[in-house]
């Protein structure tokens, strides 16, 4: 029933990453292209929970352990089974907020909390299941459970490394009432940038949830910051992440290398994650503004479809962040003062008529009384 739920990592390489180079160097060029570091002496995400929406998150990984919560399984609503920890889960859920202690594996916000929220999800990176009628005729989704569900624990970010080719109105509901609440969503943007559809038109098809308004979409990028061959190109771009050979947690310990825009979309909710803990306050909109304004590379033409604005920066969406809470919706204005140098109009008259125009008109009506009567006198005293 769940098949059309899929992971959207293109292939978690089973690469080792050589024993002789520690992981934080490994990392390096990914915490470089996001600016981490100079971020991280603003916040590291303490007081954020990001809510994982994909396979179970791996608890007991040492750069985690301690600050994940696993919920209950989302696939259903009705069956409350034991949910194992997934691979693609527990990476990206690594991305967000593995701590780096001692020198180890460092998340883009490595003091935010985890709450994991299972999903049926495919890790199977060759698969790519279509949507089945029956998952359109249920009445709340998986993915909506999920949201709901995270909103209601208290999450302020909810990163989704998932997608499927169709929209559902209990999810579009979901997400609304998510925005609603001030939870920022993340999701990837899909690998569907080498399919012969996109090749074909030119743009790929919509994922979703990225495809929903409101969800901020993340397209992948390589070493080199060029959008990455597989990363599917469409409107609901918004910003990129790097998502070629970035070194992941794997399930049960050790690492490995990923590819596909599920990394860069954890990426970005980590950076959403600093957001939020620098300015809680701040709505959905405004941390995806902050994000845009802050991205670096942005293209020629100021936006496309394929990295959107640009390659996200942390510590340029910090203050990009940091300049939209100053903003007020309202300018106070006091009691004494109004626009502009001029004299105060006149008050305002009491409502109903007018007492001289009364008098007036009640002159008026017995002057035309009395020389009315005086004519029908002079008219009689003729007649006589």
């Known amino acids: 029933m769940l098949a059309a739920v899929r992971a959207l990592l293109a292939a978690v390489l089973v690469l080792q990453v050589p024993a002789q180079a520690p992981i934080r160097e490994q990392q390096q060029w990914v915490i470089d292209a996001l600016n ?29 352990r301690g600050r994940v919560t696993v919920g209950p399984d989302m696939s259903s609503a009705a069956v409350s089974r034991e949910v194992r920890p997934g691979r693609h889960g527990t990476a990206m859920a690594a991305l967000i907020a593995a701590s780096g202690d001692g020198g180890g594996y460092v998340g883009a916000a490595p003091e935010a909390r985890v709450l994991s929220l299972p999903l049926a999800v ?17 009445v709340e989704s998986p993915l909506a459970r999920a949201l709901r569900y995270a909103v209601n624990q208290g999450a302020q970010v909810v990163s989704m490394s998932i997608g499927t080719y169709g929209a559902h109105r209990s999810e579009r509901e979901a997400v609304s009432y998510a925005l609603g609440k001030g939870v920022v969503l993340v999701a990837a943007v899909g690998n569907d940038g080498q399919t012969r559809y996109a090749e074909e038109n030119g743009t790929s098809y919509w994922s979703f949830p990225a495809g929903y308004p409101g969800v901020i979409g993340v ?17 609901s771009v918004l910003v990129a992440a790097p998502g070629s050979q970035v070194p992941v947690v794997r399930r049960g310990g050790g690492y490995e290398l990923s590819q596909g825009t599920s990394s860069a979309a954890a990426l ?26 802050g991205a670096k590379g942005r293209p020629a033409t100021g936006y496309d479809d394929e990295t959107g604005f640009g390659v996200v920066d942390a510590a340029a969406a910090l203050e990009a962040a940091a300049g939209l809470a100053e903003q007020r919706r309202s300018v106070p204005v006091p009691d004494d003062q109004h626009f502009g140098q001029g004299e105060d109009s006149p008050a305002p008259s009491a409502p109903g008529p007018d007492p001289l125009r009364l008098w007036l008109y009640g002159i008026g009506v017995l002057v035309a009384l009395v020389m009315f009567c005086g004519g029908i006198v002079v008219l009689n005293q003729r007649r006589e």
Do not use: M
């Not at 954020?48 to 990984?61: G, K, N």
């Not at 980590?270 to 405004?286: I, T, Y």
């Open 219 to 235: 397209a992948a990028v390589d070493k080199r910051r060029r959008v990455a061959s597989y990363s599917s190109d469409n409107l």
């Open 268 to 293: 970005v909710s980590g950076v959403a994650a600093l957001v939020k803990a620098r300015h809680p306050d701040l709505r959905p909109d405004q941390v995806a503004q902050a994000l845009a304004v």
């Open 36 to 64: 981490l570091e100079q971020a991280w002496r603003t916040t590291k995400g303490a007081g954020v929970t990001v809510a994982v929406i994909d396979s179970a998150v791996d608890p007991d990984i040492r750069e985690l």
């Open 122 to 138: 495919s890790e199977d990176p060759d698969r790519v299941d279509p949507p089945l009628e029956e998952d359109r005729a249920i």
